[in-house]
């Protein structure tokens, strides 16, 4: 087990030898290719900010050091420190003494088995309301409980020495950018809302993938996406938009919207999360899945997932001090990239041109683009998976963070177009922040140039609070408008890309932007920006008022959407109008599907999609108007 300081940030080569220029100082020049990395396939060096758990340490020992994890991250939304928690094969807790531990902001948590059954936690792995007045002890909500996972384990859910509302579930009140995979929970119910501290206890959204559930209460989560799972333990409620694909046990949704389930029984195309585990020999290794179409239940239930396994010693280790020229050079070479927990400067792209290259990040890795960088760009070949990476929008304008596919470029037919169809490139758990804890600007956060792409659970966030110095956007205040600057969220312009779980929020035009044909989204959740500070400033160069949440663009012939909702809060201007939530062309192939508009307090948006559905305002503040299908039947 070990932990030391957080990592420093990076410089690059480039600026290391234009600093000492400055200084007068004669340099080498920087080395055109370092030698291969050399990893200990038993014993990797991830870094100072990843532990990995023995069964054979003390209970007490364990539990100490995850507290202080906790401790540290309890309210840490804003910082730069980043960890990763791997358990090793085996048993942690007794049914007498439990091992319980909160998880808290920029930590993952997971197994290093093969199977969620090689790590077994009696006891509780939870994350609780942050309460935010009466000195923690009022206005208690998940509304913010951003950056967190876990993963590839196995809860025995044991509430010994925990007070009775506390032991009556594994709690895991949370909001975007959180997941939950490959897990298989047992003994108690799990709550997506802790109902033990004083209210509201609000929540807004999460995802779960691969998992076997217990009883689980959805509480006040607005909207979440549970895929490839089995709840037939049972499922307790549903608020705005309760989606479910691929799912064991889901509820029944033809009465939609009351209650408000939407249910697939199949997931078109799914391709699980790599994960990290050690092998027999004790050797680590990453499980790369392989992509599968028209599934349901979970991955693991008759044996190993089905895919590929990709050594470590086959991964480029980097950390905040690794150089984007060390990286690229590692990327060309043949190398998979493995960024360990840390905030890393990215002054230059970098550029995965390689079919099926896994970019895995740790313990929520997050690249900042600075000088205006393209932070990533992935060329226009299959089976690239990039996994469990943030991408933060640094002071100066990016046309864009992550780009996948050359815009307007060829798509490849033929065996190229096959091969992508099968073997689609894959993002999982992938988030992008502009603004938070710096001022960030970028154009388009991700565009998706190529065909056959599969989004596996993505947050698109303009920052609507921060610590960058801005009053927080009322009264008319234009600082973040101005200032904290993102046009668009996701721009789609390949054709037949699938996501499932995209929430795309604050942009200051198009949220999303899906140009490409044969697109398919299953759960959507949007909030308009809360900051403009004016109807003008929200308004279409072609005098519409406002800019939908969710925009199919008018030439596209085929697309559909299940479980979508767009929120409307006018923070600085009450007064301000959005015409419509949702806009498609009215065309046969172009389907919606159990869709939603709300007001959270403040604005109006006057149709659901098209001129079609009634209005949210301040009249029915937190009552949605819903649309069951567009066009109706």
């Not at 990893?39 to 990995?52: E, K, R, S």
């Not at 403040?602 to 009634?614: F, K, L, P, Q, Y």
């Amino acid at each position: 087990m070990s932990r030391n300081a957080p990592p420093r940030r990076g410089r690059t080569a480039t600026a290391l030898v234009a600093a000492a220029l400055v200084a007068g100082a004669v340099v080498a020049a920087p080395a055109q290719a370092a030698p291969p990395q050399q990893v200990d396939p038993q014993a990797p060096d991830f870094g100072p900010n990843v532990t990995v758990l023995d069964p054979s340490m003390p209970l007490s020992e364990i539990s100490t050091e995850l507290d202080a994890l906790a401790d540290r991250q309890r309210d840490a939304e804003m910082s730069e420190d980043r960890y990763a928690v791997y358990f090793l094969p085996g048993e942690y807790g007794t049914d007498e003494q439990p091992l319980q531990f909160e998880v808290g902001y920029y930590t993952e948590v997971a197994g290093l088995g093969a199977s969620p059954t090689d790590v077994s936690v009696n006891g509780a792995i939870e994350v609780y309301n942050r309460c935010l007045t009466d000195g923690g002890t009022g206005n208690c909500i998940a509304l913010v409980n951003f950056w967190r996972t876990i993963s590839n384990l196995s809860i025995d859910v044991n509430g010994t020495g925990q007070d009775g509302c506390r032991a009556s579930a594994n709690f895991w009140a949370v909001s975007q950018a959180v997941s939950m995979r490959r897990l298989d929970i047992s003994g108690a119910n799990v709550s997506l809302q802790d109902y033990c501290t004083n209210g509201p206890q609000y929540a807004s959204g999460g995802f779960i993938a691969d998992s076997r559930l217990p009883f689980t209460i959805n509480g006040s989560q607005q909207q979440w996406l549970v895929r490839n799972s089995d709840v037939t333990a049972g499922w307790s409620n549903a608020v705005w938009n309760q989606v479910f694909a691929g799912t064991e046990g889901a509820p029944d949704d033809s009465t939609f919207p009351e209650p408000p389930y939407t249910t697939i029984d199949e997931t078109p195309i799914s391709r699980e999360k790599p994960y990290l585990f050690v092998d027999e020999a004790g050797n680590y290794a990453v499980r790369v899945p392989s992509a599968q179409t028209d599934t349901r239940g979970i991955t693991w239930a008759e044996g190993e997932t089905a895919g590929r396994t990709v050594p470590i010693t086959e991964f480029f280790i980097a950390t905040p001090d690794s150089s984007v020229q060390e990286i690229n050079t590692a990327l060309a070479r043949g190398s998979n990239l493995l960024l360990t927990p840390g905030v890393y400067d990215i002054d230059e792209t970098i550029r995965v041109k390689r079919a099926d290259t896994v970019v895995l990040g740790m313990g929520h890795a997050t690249l900042t683009a600075t000088g205006g960088a393209v932070a990533m760009d992935v060329a226009d070949v299959p089976g690239v998976v990039i996994a469990g990476v943030t991408f933060d929008a640094g002071t100066e304008l990016s046309p864009v963070l992550l780009r996948v596919g050359k815009a307007n470029g060829e798509h490849g037919t033929g065996s190229a177009a096959r091969a992508a169809e099968s073997n689609p490139t894959t993002l999982s758990d992938v988030y992008v922040r502009v603004g938070g804890p710096h001022i960030g600007k970028v154009d388009t956060a991700i565009e998706v140039h190529s065909d056959h792409v599969l989004i596996d659970h993505a947050w698109i966030w303009r920052a609507d609070h921060g610590i960058e110095g801005f009053t927080e956007g009322v009264n008319g205040d234009t600082d973040r408008w101005n200032t904290n600057t993102g046009r668009n969220g996701i721009l789609v312009t390949g054709d037949d890309v699938t996501a499932t779980g995209l929430f795309v929020e604050h942009f200051q035009q198009r949220n999303t932007l899906w140009e490409g044909d044969g697109g398919t989204v299953i759960l959507y959740q949007n909030e308009l920006p809360y900051d403009p500070p004016t109807q003008a400033d929200w308004t279409q160069p072609d005098g519409t008022l406002g800019y939908p949440g969710y925009t199919v663009a008018d030439d596209v012939t085929s697309h559909e959407l299940f479980g979508a909702g767009v929120y409307v809060f006018n923070q600085n201007d009450p007064s301000i109008v959005t015409e419509n939530g949702f806009s498609v062309p009215d065309v046969e192939g172009v389907r919606l599907h159990h869709v939603m508009t709300v007001n959270l307090s403040a604005g109006t948006i006057r149709h659901v999609v098209n001129g079609v559905g009634g209005q949210v305002d301040n009249s029915n503040t937190g009552a949605p108007a819903f649309i069951v299908d567009y066009p109706a039947p």
